[in-house]
C-alpha cells in the first residue's frame, strides 16, 4: 500500500513505501575558481570539487551565488567570507568535512535566501552561525552527525520556511528549538533515531504543509500530536516500527 487519502484534502498518510556549469576562469585571487557574469556586476563564483581545504580568499561581494560543494572544507571562520555580501542569495558548502562554524561566520550575507550545509561532519548546532542571516527560508542540514539541537539553535531563523534534519543522529523531535521557526512550511526528520511523537512536539509549526518522519524508530503517536497542523497536505510515516496511528491523531488533520 503506497498511500492511504485521508480526507477530500490533498493530505496523503504514507505508511510503508518501497523504501556542468559553464563560465571563465577567475582572476588569480579567485584560482582555481570559475566566475561568470549574470548581468551587470552580479558575479556567480563555481569552486565546486576543486579539492580546497579552506574558503578562498577575496570573494567577490557582488556574487548572487558561490557554490563551494564537493571540497575538503573542515571549518567557516569569520574572516572566510567578505564582511558585507548583500548580493549574494545562495551559499553552497555541501559535501565538505565541515565540523565547525565560528559564531558570525555568515554574518555578511544579509539577503542570503538558501543555504546548503548537508553531507557535513556537525555533530552540534549554536545559534551564533545564523545571525545575521534575516533573509533565509532554506536550510539545508541532512546528513551530518547532529545528535541534540538546544532550544537557542535557530534564534535567528523566524524566516526559514524549509528546515532539511535528514539523516542524523536526532532522538526526539527539537520541540524547543522550533519554537523559534514560526514560517514553517517543510520540515524533514527522517532517517533519525526518534522514538515517538509526542503532545506538542510539532506545536509550533502550525503552518507546516509537508512533514517527512519515514525511516525512525517511532513506535508511538501521542493522540495530540499533530494538533494545529491543519495546514498539513503531506505526512510521511513509512518504515517506523508503529503497529497502528491512534484515529484521534488523525482527526486532528
Not at 485521508?6 to 556542468?20: G, P
Not at 582572476?27 to 570559475?34: M, N
Not at 520541540?175 to 527522517?190: C, M
Given at each position: ?9 490533498d ?5 510503508c513505501l ?7 576562469t577567475a582572476?588569480?585571487?579567485?584560482a ?21 581545504q ?5 570573494l ?5 551565488a ?14 572566510d ?6 548580493s549574494t ?13 565560528q ?9 542570503l ?15 551564533g552561525?545564523?545571525?545575521?542571516l ?9 546528513h ?42 517543510v520540515l ?26 519515514e525511516?525512525?524508530?517511532?513506535s508511538?503517536?501521542?493522540?495530540d500530536?499533530?494538533?494545529g497542523?491543519?495546514k498539513?497536505?503531506r505526512?510521511n510515516?513509512s518504515?517506523n ?9 488523525l482527526?486532528?488533520?
Amino acid at each position: 500500500m503506497e498511500a492511504i487519502t485521508l480526507r477530500s484534502s490533498d493530505l496523503i498518510l504514507f505508511f510503508c513505501l518501497l523504501c556542468a556549469d559553464g563560465g571563465v576562469t577567475a582572476p588569480d585571487s579567485l584560482a582555481p575558481c570559475e566566475w561568470k557574469r549574470l548581468g551587470g556586476n552580479v558575479t556567480e563564483v563555481n569552486c565546486r570539487s576543486r579539492g580546497l581545504q579552506t574558503v578562498p580568499a577575496n570573494l567577490p561581494t557582488q556574487a548572487s551565488a558561490i557554490e563551494l560543494s564537493s571540497n575538503r572544507i573542515t571549518r567557516v571562520l569569520r574572516s572566510d567570507f567578505p564582511p558585507l555580501a548583500p548580493s549574494t542569495v545562495r551559499l553552497n558548502l555541501s559535501r565538505n568535512w565541515i565540523c565547525e562554524i565560528q559564531d558570525g561566520a555568515l554574518a555578511g550575507f544579509v539577503n542570503l535566501e538558501v543555504l546548503d550545509l548537508s553531507r557535513n561532519r556537525l555533530g552540534a548546532l549554536q545559534h551564533g552561525p545564523w545571525r545575521g542571516l534575516v533573509a533565509l527560508t532554506e536550510l539545508h542540514l541532512g546528513h551530518n552527525a547532529i545528535v541534540n539541537i538546544p532550544p537557542s539553535a535557530f534564534d535567528s531563523l523566524a524566516g526559514v520556511e524549509e528546515l532539511w534534519l535528514q539523516d542524523n543522529s536526532l532522538v526526539s523531535v527539537p520541540q524547543a528549538a522550533l519554537k523559534r521557526t514560526p514560517s514553517l512550511r517543510v520540515l524533514s526528520l527522517s532517517h533519525n533515531r526518534i522514538m515517538s511523537i509526542d503532545s506538542g512536539d510539532l506545536r509550533p509549526c502550525r503552518d507546516l504543509a509537508v512533514l517527512h518522519l519515514e525511516h525512525n524508530a517511532i513506535s508511538r503517536v501521542a493522540e495530540d500530536a499533530f494538533e494545529g497542523l491543519g495546514k498539513l497536505q503531506r505526512l510521511n510515516l513509512s518504515c517506523n516500527m508503529l503497529g497502528t496511528v491512534p484515529p484521534a491523531a488523525l482527526q486532528e488533520l
